[in-house]
Every structure is written in structure tokens, then in C-alpha cells.
């Protein structure tokens, strides 16, 4: 069963993300503990809503979690140290190469779960987007076919790529994009997808000295480190299972 708040998600994301902090030996012990092999999903929901477990990780406005760790070096003005040659003058040259964003996305043990509880692989596309407006408005089937897909993002699509997730996995890669993309978009190709939950966007420019972290759950997508843009209905529980 998968019946959780918003704020539940914020938390088992910053679990997730625990995982790999040296130092973090509580959490890992209280991680390993808690999930032993595959479990249902209520088993890791319940350790996330435990606030005295989540006490020791900041939270933005937003509420969601933000390491102290995860933010980028930058030089006074916000740009990042990258931009600065070793005589200390900013690189001209530094606004024509692709940014650089780190992106994490931990794969929970219950990845995609099928209707007898069993994790599957995950395909994740990531887009790199001129605009984000055809992104957020296209229905889950558009990415299910790459003509339609095209057809609907237009001209505000720069580079999509696919990569596969296993149940577990921790996905780590420098992602390089394109100065025409001002945003970033991911969407999580589940087999029961939750209904606004499938899909995250970020803005480049302050993904680039963040990071993006996120959390691909049984049948949602979760944003745990980055300045993730609103979705509609952010603030309402989700109450229902992933669909059968």
C-alpha cells in the first residue's frame, strides 16, 4: 500500500539521499533495519514519517529536503568556481560550453511495483527543454511514443535520453546541457504510474550549482535536492494506491 502526504515523500527522499552521506551510519543501520530485501512499501512509508529520524536534515520554503552538502562551490555573484580561469578573471568562454548538472536519482527497493508487489526496472527519460509549458501540459502518453512525443513538445524540445533503472540503484552522472535548454524534465515510464506524480521539472540555472536529486518510489517520482517547479496540487495528499 502506498498512502502518504506530500511531506512523507520530502522525508523518504532525503532517506534516500542519506544513504550515500559519510557519517550517515544511523540512517543506514535504521534503513537496513527497517527494509530487509523487498518489503511493502507502508514498511518504508512509516520510517519516513518519523520526524525525530528526519530532524538532522534541513528544509527549504518548500519543504523539501536540501543537504547542506549538495550545494555547489560558486563564485561571489552565484556563478559557479568553473567559470573562473586560474588568474581569478571569469572565462569568457565559460558561457558557451554546456552546463553541468549532477544528477541522482536513487531507485528504492520497491521500484515500479507490479500488481503482486514485485519490483520491476524503470525506464526514466530525461529532457532537456527550451520552455516548459509543453512539457508540464503533455498527458502521460505522449512519452510513450516518440512521434507523439515530438509532435507535442515542438520546438521546446533540445535532447531526451533513456536510462533504465533497477530496483536499488543509485544513478549518478554529470548531465551536460545545451545553453538553448533552460529547463530539465524527468519522467519515470511506470507500469502503474500515480495520477501528476510521474513527472519532475527543474530550471537549469539553479539545478546547475544545486544538483538534482530524486527519488523513483514504487509508482511516483520525488524531489529531493534542486529547485523542483510546483506542480498542481502539490499540497493535497496522495491517498491513492498505485493503480493494478
Same mark, same amino acid.
Given at each position: 500500500?502506498?498512502?502518504?502526504?506530500?511531506?512523507?515523500?520530502?522525508?523518504?527522499?532525503?532517506?534516500?539521499?542519506?544513504?550515500?552521506?559519510?557519517?550517515?551510519?544511523?540512517?543506514?543501520?535504521?534503513?537496513? $533495519?527497517?527494509? $530487509?530485501?523487498?518489503?511493502?512499501?507502508?514498511?518504508?512509508?512509516?520510517?519516513?514519517?518519523?520526524?525525530?529520524?528526519?530532524?538532522?536534515?534541513?528544509?527549504? $520554503?518548500?519543504?523539501?529536503?536540501?543537504?547542506?552538502?549538495?550545494?555547489?562551490?560558486?563564485?561571489?555573484?552565484?556563478?559557479?568556481?568553473?567559470?573562473?580561469?586560474?588568474?581569478?578573471?571569469?572565462?569568457?568562454?565559460?558561457?558557451?560550453?554546456?552546463?553541468?548538472?549532477?544528477?541522482?536519482?536513487?531507485?528504492?527497493?520497491?521500484?515500479?511495483?507490479? $500488481?503482486?508487489?514485485?519490483?520491476?526496472?524503470?525506464?526514466?527519460? #530525461?529532457?532537456?527543454?527550451?520552455?516548459?509549458?509543453?512539457?508540464?501540459?503533455?498527458?502521460?502518453?505522449?512519452?510513450?511514443?516518440?512521434?507523439?512525443?515530438?509532435?507535442?513538445?515542438?520546438?521546446?524540445?533540445?535532447?531526451?535520453?533513456? #536510462?533504465?533503472?533497477?530496483?536499488?540503484?543509485?544513478?549518478?552522472?554529470?548531465?551536460?546541457?545545451?545553453?538553448?535548454?533552460?529547463? #530539465?524534465? #524527468?519522467?519515470?515510464?511506470?507500469?502503474?504510474?500515480?495520477?501528476?506524480?510521474?513527472?519532475?521539472?527543474?530550471? &537549469?540555472?539553479?539545478?546547475?550549482?544545486?544538483?538534482?536529486?530524486?527519488?523513483?518510489?514504487?509508482?511516483?517520482?520525488?524531489?529531493?535536492?534542486?529547485?523542483?517547479?510546483?506542480?498542481?496540487?502539490?499540497? &493535497?495528499?496522495?491517498?491513492?494506491?498505485?493503480?493494478?
Amino acid at each position: 500500500m502506498l498512502k502518504a502526504n506530500l511531506k512523507n515523500w520530502q522525508v523518504f527522499a532525503g532517506l534516500l539521499t542519506a544513504l550515500t552521506v559519510p557519517g550517515c551510519g544511523g540512517l543506514s543501520n535504521l534503513w537496513s $533495519s527497517t527494509v $530487509s530485501g523487498v518489503q511493502t512499501a507502508d514498511n518504508v512509508i512509516g520510517l519516513a514519517s518519523q520526524p525525530q529520524q528526519a530532524a538532522q536534515w534541513a528544509v527549504n $520554503s518548500s519543504g523539501a529536503y536540501v543537504p547542506s552538502y549538495a550545494v555547489a562551490p560558486t563564485l561571489a555573484g552565484g556563478l559557479p568556481l568553473a567559470a573562473r580561469l586560474p588568474n581569478g578573471e571569469i572565462d569568457p568562454d565559460y558561457f558557451k560550453r554546456p552546463r553541468v548538472i549532477n544528477l541522482n536519482i536513487h531507485a528504492s527497493p520497491y521500484l515500479n511495483l507490479d $500488481s503482486a508487489g514485485r519490483p520491476l526496472a524503470l525506464v526514466a527519460k #530525461i529532457y532537456k527543454l527550451k520552455q516548459p509549458a509543453s512539457f508540464q501540459q503533455a498527458t502521460y502518453d505522449t512519452f510513450l511514443d516518440p512521434q507523439k512525443e515530438q509532435a507535442v513538445l515542438g520546438g521546446d524540445l533540445v535532447e531526451v535520453k533513456e #536510462i533504465t533503472l533497477v530496483p536499488g540503484q543509485k544513478h549518478h552522472a554529470d548531465e551536460k546541457v545545451d545553453r538553448a535548454a533552460d529547463y #530539465i524534465g #524527468i519522467v519515470g515510464l511506470f507500469r502503474a504510474p500515480a495520477q501528476g506524480y510521474w513527472r519532475v521539472t527543474f530550471p &537549469v540555472q539553479p539545478a546547475e550549482k544545486t544538483g538534482i536529486t530524486i527519488g523513483a518510489l514504487a509508482c511516483t517520482l520525488v524531489a529531493g535536492v534542486g529547485p523542483v517547479m510546483a506542480r498542481e496540487n502539490e499540497e &493535497v495528499s496522495i491517498t491513492q494506491d498505485c493503480k493494478s
